[in-house]
């Protein structure tokens, strides 16, 4: 495993840091997208400039009006449209005032608000005896938050260097000690099959309590050279999850084993197969297909056909990136919405966007939605594929059995899509137009054991940030800059299904947010994410 001197160590002080993440090819700009600078490689996962309006952050080459310039997927050496790239590297029609502000820089919302005319948020002033950015905004800050953003950062004098990378091995130890769970769930049957359940949910709780948090940030320079053995984690995580689903069934059908489960514990024993499914395998599909390279896209899809959730990847890419934090984002809960009202609208809306999504990005492209390169076709035919080998397998009981972990895993993403942003809204600028996307809307968790089962999906506001970037490299932010939560994810996600409870530990929260980054919003209704109860 990766040990920390054997990786890249950061630049000295006055020395130019090597350039940012490695960018995706999956999910393309979105209109608001910061124009690069020359020392910084443009995050095809969408980073937007300085608040303000959109016509004044257009991405590079497009014009006035807001048409979208080709996804960097689909672009060459020369920055010109490459022919015959993946069609899910591309993006639908664009939403004005979408995009994702950078970490740094980011004045505070009621500061933008008090200096913005009408209709629009006014850039940040530069400070005193600071040299104004090319556009007139703050400039590019130093230290901590610059080398956070991790474009051509130089680490103030005096400074300590960043903390070595967490090696890969912090990542697949939680990860190999749940998967050992179900196996003794299917070979002792009874009580053994609350072990997975426990070990995903109360065991990782504990080891949070247990281990604390992580603050930490690695040197976001790192090359991509110094991730291969985290990257080989994730690649190798596939053919793992389909052995668990299919093994587990060939073994329940055969009916061997110290205990033959009854059909009671065989339902529990695929919820407990979904809870794995769900918590690391759509995990790690997320990770995935944010990347550039085709195979990792690839794994993606193959992921999240064996849970029958394909069509998740059109909708994260195309539509939550775009859209979150607003009412065109479906998978962003609003204030006051139960998980139990939240669950069948985004399980019947997500697949709608992700539709609209692509078949809009198909006729951009002058074809037709029943084009062979809608990916929709593929996630199709690979979930038949799964189907098929269950009904092989174990006949229409496997089926059930199937189905039975793919509801689950659903379940357990939708859950976390639920904490990920509840509440949190952009301003709305009028016109239809919203602010760009920041830090302050996703909620965050740095407690360190669910971080590493998680790869990182708690530091929630640098994945807006940074799409691109890879989970060992993912930064933490400070309080004052993103929303915590008091829990990690996966017991959060226990409150978020007892609606009293969670209002009790989120609306407080909730509200305190809102005093913070928006102390001149006094009616929310017009914000499109719900008014708040006058007490929590």
């Given amino acids: 495993m990766t040990r920390p001197d054997a990786l890249s160590s950061p630049p000295p002080p006055g020395a130019a840091a090597p350039g940012g993440a490695s960018a995706p090819g999956s999910s393309g700009p979105r209109e608001g997208a910061q124009v690069s600078r020359p020392s910084e490689p443009r995050d095809p996962g969408g980073?937007?400039?300085?608040?303000?309006?959109?016509?004044?952050?257009?991405?590079?080459?497009?014009?006035?009006?807001?048409?979208?310039?080709?996804?960097?997927?689909e672009r060459g050496a020369s920055g010109q449209p490459r022919a015959g790239d993946a069609p899910a590297a591309a993006h639908a029609a664009p939403c004005a005032g979408a995009g994702t502000a950078p970490p740094e820089g980011r004045p505070s919302a009621a500061a933008a608000a008090a200096a913005a005319p009408a209709g629009g948020t006014a850039p940040a002033p530069p400070a005193p005896g600071a040299a104004a950015g090319p556009d007139g905004t703050a400039p590019r800050p130093s230290g901590a938050a610059a080398s956070r953003d991790g474009a051509g950062a130089r680490a103030p004098a005096g400074t300590e260097a960043p903390p070595p990378l967490a090696g890969a091995l912090a990542f697949a130890l939680p990860l190999a000690l749940l998967l050992?769970?179900?196996?003794?769930?299917?070979?002792?049957?009874?009580?053994?099959?609350?072990?997975?359940p426990a070990m995903a949910w109360w065991a990782v709780g504990a080891a949070d309590a247990l281990f604390g948090r992580d603050t930490a940030n690695a040197d976001p320079n790192l090359p991509e050279a110094a991730l291969r053995r985290h990257r080989a984690l994730t690649l190798a995580w596939p053919p793992v999850q389909l052995l668990l689903i299919?093994?587990?069934?060939?073994?329940?059908?055969?009916?061997?084993?110290?205990?033959?489960?009854?059909?009671?514990?065989?339902?529990?024993?695929?919820?407990?197969v979904g809870v794995f499914t769900g918590t690391i395998g759509i995990t790690y599909a997320h990770e995935m297909m944010h990347q550039r390279p085709r195979v990792e896209r690839a794994l993606a899809d193959l992921l999240l056909a064996s849970v029958l959730y394909g069509h998740f990847r059109s909708e994260h890419l195309l539509v939550h990136h775009r859209h979150v934090a607003t009412p065109r984002d479906t998978v962003t809960a609003r204030y006051g919405e139960s998980f139990y009202r939240f669950f069948p609208r985004v399980l019947a809306g997500s697949l709608r966007s992700a539709l609209s999504a692509e078949a809009a990005r198909l006729r951009a492209a002058g074809r037709s939605p029943w084009h062979r390169r809608n990916p929709f076709w593929r996630y199709a035919a690979l979930q038949a594929s799964f189907l098929s080998a269950a009904l092989a397998l174990g006949g229409a009981w496997g089926v059930a059995l199937f189905a039975v972990q793919a509801a689950t895993a659903i379940w357990v993403l939708e859950l976390t899509n639920y904490v990920e942003h509840y509440g949190l809204t952009?301003?709305?600028?009028?016109?239809?137009?919203?602010?760009?996307?920041?830090?302050?809307?996703?909620?965050?968790?740095?407690?360190?054991a669910s971080n590493r089962l998680l790869i990182n999906l708690q530091r929630h506001s640098d994945h807006h940030v940074k799409p691109a970037r890879r989970f060992p490299l993912l930064q933490t932010y400070a309080r004052e800059e993103a929303p915590q939560l008091p829990l990690g994810y996966p017991l959060i996600a226990g409150a978020a299904m007892v609606p009293p409870l969670w209002r009790r530990i989120m609306h407080p929260r909730l509200k305190a947010w809102r005093r913070r980054h928006y102390p001149d919003i006094a009616d929310w209704s017009g914000q499109?994410?719900?008014?708040?109860p006058a007490t929590a």
């Fill in 426 to 448: 952009r301003r709305h600028l009028g016109g239809g137009r919203y602010e760009p996307a920041g830090p302050h809307h996703s909620w965050n968790s740095d407690h360190a």
């Fill in 528 to 532: 499109g994410g719900g008014d708040p």
């Fill in 246 to 272: 299919f093994g587990t069934l060939a073994w329940v059908a055969a009916g061997t084993g110290p205990a033959r489960l009854s059909a009671a514990e065989q339902l529990a024993l695929f919820f407990g």
């Fill in 47 to 73: 980073r937007a400039g300085p608040s303000g309006p959109a016509e004044a952050s257009a991405p590079r080459g497009a014009p006035a009006g807001g048409g979208a310039p080709a996804p960097a997927g």
């Fill in 180 to 196: 050992a769970s179900v196996p003794a769930a299917a070979l002792l049957g009874g009580w053994a099959l609350l072990l997975p």
